[in-house]
């Protein structure tokens, strides 16, 4: 969509377009019934007249409030979205029906209630479809799919949102990076081994949290068996991406090179022993009879003392 253009000046006044933001802010953080007693509309005009930090305040505002779909129902009915965010406003009524998919802007809605009140990640849950429109195919069989639209969306946003409601920073980052991903945790099942659990948790980096709570938010589904499993499914994922890094970040009980010192020491070639043997060191360095984290002169001391034991 195009950028918002500059009316000439003296041309409309804000106060309108800035009492109807200020409503749609109130309409989610204080009363939902105030949905049904809105202000004088604004023209685009009015709208387009607003600095675009006011925009972007009451909008930021209203987005982590308690009541945030009846906001949104205000910035639409308002007429703010048709003016500041189009690729939002696009959303509202497409879709045609359950059986082939559901009404996007209702999604978009309950996804966005559904997240954290955590200000990024409930930008990402307003945006995270804003490409749909764009990438709908129709099978045949009324299958539906929206191939790319992560990417797409992500493209949208960056070329287009984020300059007209001036996001930068922080926030332009995750919020970028969170409509570019949100499909990825859903794409988890138990047969990741470990390395792809790593591989994941690496690649969201610092992200990784908030994408996941918007993963869960995402999870709009009327079927309670298919909600529970997908919820199911992530919180899978966080608990094993907790618990493979607990594993890296465990310090090695015992120093790099010592399967060297020991090959050097006693002549053990490299083989199926050497490894018996440092298992065995690890083992009792696990039980106590070992101090772990000491220099490899310390275990080959140890080996020349406990040489029967092992063998050597």
Known sequence: MGEIRSEPAGAASPERGVRVLEWAARVSTEDPTLLDRPPARPTPAELRAVPVETVRAHMDRLLVGEHPEE???????????????????ALVGFGDGEWRHKDVWKHTKQVVRQAVPRLAVRWGALLHDIAKPRTRSIEP????HFFGHAELGAAMFRKSVAKRLAFEGELYERVHFLILYHLRASQYDGSWTDSAVRRFAREMGEGRDDLLALSRADITTKRPHRRKRGLRQISELAARVRAVEAQDSRVPPLPKGLGNAIMAAFGVPPSKRLGAIRDELEAR?????????????????????????FGL
Not at 79 to 85: A, H, K, T, Y
Not at 286 to 309: K, S, T, V
């Open 285 to 309: 360095c696990e039980a106590g009879e070992l101090e772990p984290g000491r220099d490899a002169d310390y275990y080959i001391a140890y080996l020349r003392e406990h040489a029967a034991d």
């Open 141 to 144: 069989n009324g299958e539906v």
């Open 71 to 89: 906001g949104l129902d205000a910035l639409h009915q308002g007429g703010v979205l048709d003016v500041w965010l189009p690729e939002v406003a």
